[in-house]
């Protein structure tokens, strides 16, 4: 039987720093179906200075920035839903306080797909990497491919890094060609609708991202595209189904055709 597809509903800091509604996040994304809860591991204090610092951006920051101790809460809080925790690390000056969590996957995100020492850093010390290559030009992929670290535990997220996604710009040939170079590949989709998903587990993706939410409504951009509950969980849905429909049952007559071949055929003239 195929392997089935991994699921990560990305909460990201749609939370907005309320520690209840990202356990509450955690408890809908799991009765839906998903494998993975992801968050966003990042420090205000690393910021350089930017637009952000003007446009109100940093004040938004400040009120979505989680602290150490809400990260073990969530770390428990998915172990207590049977599902796995999953984060962002943006940089290497966090990878020493999730190393002390004992998590054995973390995500990089297409904003550091160019920073080849924390990819290398969390390779030396996570049992899988998925890198997002949205935003990402084509000879940093292959620098990627070139580091001296263990590939088999990376798996590429093919995206779009445009905030929602129109669907003249999914681009799923890419996702196709970076399935030639690797074979552990998935997608992280922006569309607000579930389309683009669907797509990518029928073209082989192993894994699927996609931002997830409880209420449209709630403040911040990535609350406004996010999937709801019942849409995450028809991604599920499909993707168990397509597991059954690529059972392979030979090129013969199945079973399950015995009664048209037995007792149809050859009910009409041929000539």
């Given at each position: 039987?195929?392997?089935?597809?991994?699921?990560?509903?990305?909460?990201?800091?749609?939370?907005?720093?309320?520690l209840?509604?990202?356990?509450?996040?955690i408890?809908?994304?799991?009765?839906?179906?998903?494998?993975?809860?992801?968050?966003?591991?990042?420090?205000?204090?690393?910021?350089?200075?930017?637009?952000?610092n003007?446009?109100?951006?940093?004040?938004i920051?400040?009120k979505?920035?989680?602290?150490?101790?809400?990260y073990?809460?969530?770390i428990?809080?998915?172990?207590?839903?049977?599902?796995k925790?999953?984060?962002?690390?943006?940089?290497v000056?966090?990878l020493?306080?999730?190393?002390?969590?004992n998590?054995?996957?973390?995500?990089?995100?297409?904003?550091?797909?160019?920073?080849?020492d924390?990819?290398k850093?969390?390779?030396?010390?996570?049992?899988?990497?998925?890198?997002?290559?949205?935003?990402?030009?084509?000879?940093?992929?292959?620098?990627?491919?070139?580091?001296?670290?263990?590939?088999s535990?990376?798996?590429?997220?093919?995206?779009?890094?445009s905030?929602?996604?129109?669907?003249?710009?999914?681009?799923?040939?890419?996702?196709?060609?970076?399935?030639s170079?690797?074979?552990?590949?998935?997608?992280?989709?922006?569309l607000?609708?579930?389309?683009?998903a669907?797509?990518?587990?029928?073209?082989?993706?192993?894994?699927i991202?996609?931002?997830?939410?409880?209420?449209?409504n709630?403040?911040?951009r990535?609350n406004?595209?996010?999937?709801l509950?019942?849409?995450m969980?028809?991604?599920?849905?499909?993707?168990?189904?397509?597991?059954?429909m690529?059972?392979?049952?030979?090129?013969?007559?199945?079973?399950?055709?015995?009664?048209?071949?037995?007792?149809?055929?050859?009910?009409?003239?041929?000539?």
């Amino acid at each position: 039987m195929e392997k089935k597809c991994q699921i990560i509903a990305e909460i990201g800091w749609n939370h907005m720093g309320s520690l209840d509604l990202a356990k509450k996040m955690i408890d809908q994304a799991t009765v839906s179906g998903v494998d993975y809860c992801k968050f966003q591991t990042w420090r205000v204090e690393n910021l350089k200075e930017g637009p952000w610092n003007k446009d109100g951006r940093i004040e938004i920051y400040q009120k979505a920035e989680l602290k150490d101790q809400d990260y073990i809460e969530l770390i428990e809080h998915c172990k207590k839903n049977k599902v796995k925790f999953l984060t962002s690390i943006f940089n290497v000056k966090d990878l020493p306080f999730l190393l002390k969590t004992n998590i054995k996957s973390i995500k990089i995100p297409s904003h550091e797909v160019y920073n080849l020492d924390l990819i290398k850093k969390c390779a030396d010390h996570f049992d899988k990497i998925f890198i997002s290559v949205g935003a990402c030009k084509w000879e940093e992929f292959e620098n990627i491919m070139n580091l001296k670290i263990d590939l088999s535990k990376v798996y590429f997220l093919h995206c779009v890094s445009s905030y929602p996604l129109d669907e003249n710009n999914v681009n799923l040939p890419k996702l196709i060609k970076l399935k030639s170079f690797h074979k552990q590949i998935g997608y992280s989709g922006h569309l607000k609708e579930i389309d683009d998903a669907i797509a990518a587990i029928s073209l082989g993706a192993s894994i699927i991202e996609k931002h997830f939410t409880i209420d449209n409504n709630l403040p911040g951009r990535d609350n406004k595209f996010a999937l709801l509950p019942a849409d995450m969980k028809k991604i599920c849905d499909y993707r168990d189904k397509f597991v059954k429909m690529n059972i392979d049952k030979g090129i013969n007559v199945q079973d399950c055709e015995m009664d048209i071949y037995n007792n149809y055929r050859g009910r009409w003239s041929k000539d």
